[in-house]
């Protein structure tokens, strides 16, 4: 299997979009204001967050840049829905 | 009536919230709802970890106690006999180590319609598998006086994947460089070497060549097998290729999924390769007969996909990122972590538990995680 698992490489795949797919939760960008609340809420810092890369195929959709906070909905297996935050890092 | 389940929201999940409400009886007074709702606060609060509880430790014996009882062997693939699967702690040591190549890579492969209703779903499959030109030839033969090698096609199979002698003779061309490729028969090839020194050996050694030419199919899938589950048909392959495969008209794009870790990353994102690391996990406890509670395969799926790209549980993943040396040390090649950490001059804190056990100190857990504040007078 010749495959080329550098996240940086484009290919064609690169236009689809896999917020379709069922493996894939929601992800939303939270505005400025939200994310100032969203930190403040917590006591959190960008640094402290999960990460998630701007180069992401899930993020396709959206315009996101580093240092944005991405709201993930997931379907939960023990509450129904949960929300969990990500931030967005270049590499 | 909303109005008060508004309140709740965000208190209680919305889960245990819509279960109130279905189980209300039909008329209730508002006063009865709210203490009702009171009440199932009360308990979710009391059923919440409490800051400070040591999560990790509880989920890695939660975990490690039932690996104990798991069997060692592969076993096979439901019904057909050449398909073998790992399973069992193999499989569970590659999913929580994120292996870069795991032993058997599988690709379920669901279908849009009116494929799913098992409509062509042979030649469907037979597209999916990569085929090599071994697969078309009935039969070679090779003229010694001429130099020239004779392959007659099976029909039959190139009549199921809907493949054209023109079409063949186009691939193969291209990987035979030196040799004149002519049609003489509806379904005969000549081969004929260019070479003028050793036409006969050139011809030999082609003979060998030629039977693992790519042509068709989806590359790295070795195996297909059509499946019926439940009101669907689908194709559970040998081998995995998701980006090719993704690409094909037949295949249901919001389904299909791969076992291989990386390649769910490298296509679907971070949070696929969380759940898909939940669904395999359960996957393999299940077949043991195992049940773990979900929440500890959560917070080991929480923990792996934590940096934003898939890491494993062992010393070159998440071991790797932690801040203390001596917590480093404690898991695997400690030498190693202390040599380094020495050669730069690294600072511990001693803001975790393992390093605080080595030293006999108390680990910030539970009742020893808050400090005292004390006002003083002025």
């Known amino acids: 299997m010749a495959k080329s698992r550098s996240r940086k490489k484009e290919d064609e795949l690169s236009v689809f979009d896999p917020s379709a797919h069922e493996l894939v939760p929601k992800h939303e960008k939270l505005s400025d204001k939200e994310a100032k609340a969203f930190l403040e809420k917590y006591h959190a810092t960008m640094k402290e967050l999960p990460k998630i890369y701007i180069n992401e195929p899930a993020l396709r959709p959206l315009s996101v840049k580093a240092g944005d906070i991405i709201r993930i909905t997931r379907k939960s297996r023990t509450a129904g829905e949960t929300v969990f935050y990500r931030g967005v890092v270049d590499e | ?378």
Not at chain 2, 24 to 46: G, M, S
Not at chain 2, 101 to 122: F, N, Q
Not at chain 2, 281 to 286: N, S, T
Request: contains cysteine; glycine residues 6%.
């Open chain 2, 1 to 378: 009536m909303s109005t008060i389940f508004k309140q709740y929201e965000g208190k209680i999940p919305q889960q245990l919230l819509d279960e109130v409400k279905e189980n209300l009886p039909a008329k209730i007074t508002d006063a009865k709802l709210k203490k009702i709702l009171e009440e199932v606060q009360q308990e979710y609060d009391a059923a919440v970890v409490d800051s400070g509880e040591c999560v990790g430790l509880v989920c890695a014996e939660s975990i490690g106690e039932p690996g104990t009882q798991m069997t060692l062997n592969t076993f096979h693939f439901a019904g057909v006999s050449e398909m073998n699967v790992t399973t069992g702690l193999p499989r569970l040591i590659e999913i929580l180590d994120a292996r870069k190549t795991i032993k058997s890579p599988m690709m379920e492969v669901y279908l849009k319609e009116p494929y799913k209703h098992g409509e062509d779903i042979k030649k469907v499959a037979e597209k999916i598998k990569e085929t090599k030109f071994e697969e078309y030839i009935k039969e070679v033969t090779i003229d010694v006086v001429e130099s020239t090698m004779t392959v007659t096609l099976n029909t039959d199979r190139m009549d199921l994947v809907d493949i054209k002698i023109d079409r063949l003779m186009k691939v193969l061309s291209k990987s035979l460089k030196g040799f004149t490729l002519k049609k003489t028969g509806e379904d005969i090839l000549e081969i004929k070497s260019n070479s003028k020194d050793e036409p006969l050996k050139e011809v030999y050694r082609l003979r060998e060549k030629i039977r693992t030419i790519y042509i068709n199919g989806v590359r790295g899938v070795t195996q297909v097998l059509p499946v019926k589950r439940g009101e669907e048909y689908m194709i559970a392959t040998a081998g995995s290729n998701l980006k090719a495969v993704l690409k094909m008209d037949e295949v249901d794009t919001t389904r299909t999924v791969s076992n291989d870790l990386y390649e769910v990353e490298e296509v679907f994102g971070i949070e696929a390769v969380r759940e898909q690391a939940i669904r395999e996990v359960i996957k393999v406890l299940d077949a043991q007969g195992i049940s773990i509670d979900i929440r500890h395969i959560l917070l080991v799926a929480d923990a792996m996909t934590m940096a934003g790209h898939v890491q494993g549980i062992s010393r070159y993943g998440i071991v790797k990122d932690k801040p203390s040396v001596l917590a480093r040390a404690s898991f695997e090649t400690p030498l190693r972590h202390i040599f380094n950490a020495a050669m730069i001059g690294e600072r511990d804190p001693l803001n975790s538990v393992i390093e605080n056990v080595m030293l006999n100190q108390p680990v910030p857990v539970g009742t020893g995680l808050p400090g005292l504040i004390t006002k003083v007078k002025q």
